[in-house]
């Protein structure tokens, strides 16, 4: 992901470039593979989705219009952005206080538990883990509560200071900038980030150069994880499945398994209303916690017909030593 970028640079492109960049073939080749594409579908306002022939990851064309992500993520923390739907990081950290008095409301998805499980097996729970893309900090809490060492890193100030004040050591930045005298990880993670990322390969082969010996856990959005509103540029710029994330591993030179999770079915997108109406009426942090409990452990034996396969696609990767530093 781009962080701070020069106040020199043009921060969006006119529309005049973002049509030569449209016409120009590079927007047509795969940014993981550099395999043929094939169009998908238009994307109102930015351009069009495409889909690899080679290992079907789908990703916006252009893929990035040259808007300064660091300050769009920090706007959406800071309630100020409100493009593709995100508006709802502001209200994750309007929630937070309640959510963090219950750990087992921290988590969406089991991916979570299957990831720092894996770390504690690979990496033994006495690790240094960092989290990239750390937002919130739910997964900093964890990593601490089991015994690892966590650090985060986020481009968005906002994430970065609400994880401070909590005494967490965070990382306002990239992993390009991220200081030669921080604690070396033994583990990064990363959940839920990679769709965010104009340059995918080009950032997790930096993950490798900069920690080559460090394990790596990285969770998306499946195929079957598809909002029409959120599921857009800029905030999703890509569209993975067990494939194409295997592929964009195995390209940036890890071994990787490749797991994918069902949904529970409260995700479903027509149920985001329920999550709505609780900001609404601005519950206190237990009535929070109360209407999370009920979300995540009643709604989804009522919902069960909705669980969708192939909801969350989880990494786990290696470094590949016989592989080249790329
Ligand atoms: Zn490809």
Redesign the pocket.
């Known amino acids: 992901m781009r962080g701070r970028v020069d106040r020199d640079t043009p921060q969006v492109a006119t529309p005049h470039k973002l049509h030569l960049q449209h016409s120009g073939s590079a927007c047509d080749v795969?940014p993981?593979?550099g395999?043929q594409s094939v169009l998908t579908g238009g994307i109102a306002g930015w351009g069009d989705w495409r889909s690899?022939e080679?290992?079907t990851?789908m990703f916006a064309s252009p893929i990035w219009n040259g808007t300064n992500q660091a300050e769009l993520f920090n706007n959406a923390y800071l309630g100020a952005e409100s493009v593709a739907g995100m508006r709802d990081f502001a209200e994750r950290l309007d929630e937070r206080d309640g959510v963090l008095k219950d750990p087992t409301l921290w988590f969406w998805t089991p991916a979570y538990g299957r990831a720092i499980r894996w770390l504690g097996e690979v990496a033994g729970r006495d690790g240094t883990v960092l989290d990239l893309g750390c937002g919130p900090g739910y997964v900093l809490r964890a990593l601490k509560n089991l015994g690892f060492t966590p650090v985060g890193l986020d481009v968005a100030e906002r994430a970065v200071v609400v994880n401070r004040r909590d005494g967490f050591k965070v990382w306002h930045g990239t992993v390009d900038d991220y200081p030669d005298d921080w604690p070396r990880p033994d583990a990064v993670v990363s959940f839920f980030v990679l769709h965010h990322f104009d340059q995918p390969l080009e950032t997790i082969r930096r993950v490798r150069r900069k920690w080559p010996d460090a394990r790596l856990a990285i969770a998306t959005y499946g195929p079957t994880n598809y909002d029409p509103v959120r599921t857009t540029p800029p905030r999703t710029l890509t569209r993975w499945n067990e494939k194409?994330l295997r592929?964009l591993l195995t390209r940036a030179g890890y071994f990787a398994e490749v797991v994918n999770f069902p949904s529970t079915g409260t995700e479903d997108w027509h149920l985001r209303p329920v999550g709505g109406i609780r900001r609404r009426i601005q519950l206190s942090a237990a009535g929070v916690r109360m209407s999370k409990r009920m979300e995540n452990r009643i709604l989804p034996l009522l919902v069960r017909p909705l669980r969708k396969p192939d909801f969350v696609v989880l990494g786990l990767a290696t470094s590949n030593p016989r592989m080249s530093m790329p």
Request: proline content about 0%.
């Open positions: 795969c993981v593979c395999g690899c080679d290992c990851l194409s592929a």
